[in-house]
């Protein structure tokens, strides 16, 4: 979804990266994900997100180890998201 405009309560984004693994939960599949977003002023923003059928589903995210360790793993790939999500540590 890289280069999609998403809408947020305050105004509108641009993914410029994001990073997403497998997820489930009972019979339904989701895609479980950290996206590095653009505002329209520039600033960095960091999204938490599990998609369902192909749209972002709000509420919390809630990740099992085995999704922890996938999840950074597709992190490697995206080093400015990496950084992003670093920081969160400092």
């Known amino acids: 979804m890289t280069g999609k405009t998403v809408q947020l309560p305050w105004g509108k ?4 990266d994001e990073a997403t693994v497998a997820g489930s ?8 994900g950290v996206a590095r977003l653009t505002g329209a ?3 960095q923003l960091l999204r938490f997100f ?3 059928d192909g749209r972002i589903v709000r509420g ?10 996938a999840l950074a793993i597709e992190l490697r790939k ?13």
Request: proline letters at 7%.
């Open 13 to 16: 984004a641009t993914v410029e």
């Open 25 to 32: 939960a009972s019979e339904r599949q989701l895609e479980l």
């Open 41 to 43: 002023d520039g600033e």
């Open 50 to 52: 599990y998609r369902a």
């Open 60 to 69: 919390p995210l809630t990740l099992r180890p085995a999704e922890v360790a």
């Open 78 to 90: 995206q080093p400015a998201l990496r950084r992003l999500v670093a920081a969160l540590g400092k």
